[in-house]
């Protein structure tokens, strides 16, 4: 399989580096600020296509895939970026494979005009279709929607909200007005001060027939393929974050003298750079790989899919964060500063590795995969 990137592909990353490197010190403004991310960061995005990227070209997009989208989540990993990217395309995506007549919605989101949030996880729940409990009811020529979501991207600044529910025993998606009458949001103090999480609280919450996304019959194979989509992209934010983690790693050890030598001159610091670099590789090849297999599969739900995202996510978890902490250790006594920026590739890192279902949880995903086939 080839993992080189086309020319095209080349250039989203050029681009897309290019505008990130721009804008220096941007993760810790926003680790400062009540806001969740650089909105003047995020219009410039839009402007490059980030949001437009794999919407097709007849609603205003570039026709590109989940590849593409891939490489720029990899650059913001790299540069630890807060934007509503991975969530707005997200959301895109379920819209254009909806069918529904959302025209207004998806020219915004693909525009960059709005930006959207996707909440799906539970309080102690696994992030799975059947451990959905937020319930949606028929009433007053509508529905109404209650249940609690955690750890949301970017949903105080989102112009709408998917979520996901259970109507009638059956998955059923919900486009939800950020401000709407019950719906409360409450920002979480996460591991990761470079992004903003939610909670959110959903009680009574009225929405018209229109709200109700796609069919009850396509509900659990649409929730299944964002979830994936969602998987990937977090996969690819830790591939930049173990991608400057090397390469910062590798420089340091090349100027930091002891003894009078480069430390990188040391056994154990070339062993360390040597097993990072091979974790880097490695978690890259994983994650395109994933990436393709959801661009082949066309509803994104066939279990060939289901094993590549998992295999993904189980292994690039632990290896991003071994990568991490062996960048510490080359780092020493700097790396553990508020000063130095290693601090917060490490905290990304580690909640990455978290969000969509850790290590563990795809194991076992793996596992089941095993006994289906």
């Known amino acids: 399989m080839d993992f080189e990137l086309t020319d095209e592909q080349r250039a989203i990353r050029d681009s897309t580096r290019s505008l990130l490197q721009s804008h220096p010190g941007a993760a810790r403004a926003v680790a400062d600020s009540p806001s969740g991310f650089d909105a003047g960061l995020w219009r410039q995005g839009t402007e490059l296509g980030w949001s437009a990227l794999a919407a097709p070209e007849d609603v205003g997009g570039l026709g590109q895939g989940v590849v593409d989208l891939a490489v720029v989540a990899v650059e913001h990993g790299r540069f630890v970026t807060a934007s509503p990217?991975?969530?707005?395309?997200?959301?895109?995506?379920?819209?254009?494979?909806?069918?529904?007549?959302?025209?207004?919605?998806?020219?915004?989101?693909?525009?960059?005009?709005?930006?959207?949030?996707?909440?799906?996880?539970?309080?102690?729940?696994?992030?799975?279709?059947?451990?959905?409990?937020?319930?949606?009811?028929?009433?007053?020529?509508?529905?109404?929607?209650?249940?609690?979501?955690?750890?949301?991207?970017?949903?105080?600044?989102?112009?709408?909200?998917?979520?996901?529910?259970?109507?009638?025993?059956?998955?059923?998606?919900?486009?939800?007005?950020?401000?709407?009458?019950?719906?409360?949001?409450?920002?979480?103090?996460?591991?990761?001060?470079?992004?903003?999480?939610?909670?959110?609280?959903?009680?009574?919450?009225?929405?018209?027939?229109?709200?109700?996304?796609?069919?009850?019959?396509?509900?659990?194979?649409?929730?299944?393929?964002?979830?994936?989509?969602?998987?990937?992209?977090?996969?690819?934010?830790?591939?930049?974050?173990?991608?400057?983690?090397?390469?910062t790693s590798v420089d340091y050890a090349k100027a930091r003298e002891q003894f009078g030598v480069p430390i990188g001159s040391f056994q154990a610091v070339k062993h360390k750079c040597a097993d990072m670099r091979m974790w880097v590789q490695a978690s890259r090849a994983a994650t395109l790989h994933a990436a393709m297999s959801l661009d082949a599969d066309e509803a994104g739900s066939s279990l060939e899919t289901a094993r590549a995202v998992s295999v993904a996510k189980a292994f690039v978890s632990d290896s991003i964060c071994k990568t991490a902490g062996e960048a510490l250790q080359v780092h020493g006594g700097i790396g553990f500063t508020w000063e130095h920026d290693l601090h917060l590739y490490i905290r990304r890192a580690r909640a990455n590795a978290a969000l969509y279902g850790d290590a563990d949880h795809h194991h076992e995903a793996l596992c089941a995969l095993l006994e289906a086939r």
């Open 85 to 247: 990217f991975m969530p707005t395309v997200a959301v895109l995506d379920a819209l254009l494979r909806a069918g529904d007549d959302h025209a207004a919605l998806i020219d915004a989101l693909a525009s960059g005009e709005s930006s959207a949030a996707w909440a799906f996880t539970e309080p102690h729940r696994s992030p799975t279709v059947d451990a959905l409990q937020t319930t949606a009811v028929a009433a007053d020529s509508g529905y109404r929607i209650t249940g609690e979501k955690v750890t949301v991207a970017d949903a105080s600044t989102a112009d709408v909200l998917l979520v996901d529910a259970v109507l009638e025993g059956n998955p059923a998606r919900f486009l939800v007005p950020r401000d709407a009458s019950g719906v409360k949001i409450r920002r979480i103090e996460s591991l990761d001060i470079t992004r903003e999480l939610d909670d959110i609280t959903l009680d009574a919450v009225h929405v018209g027939q229109e709200a109700l996304l796609g069919s009850p019959d396509t509900a659990r194979a649409a929730i299944e393929r964002t979830l994936r989509l969602m998987t990937v992209l977090a996969c690819a934010e830790l591939v930049g974050v173990g991608e400057y983690l090397l390469e």
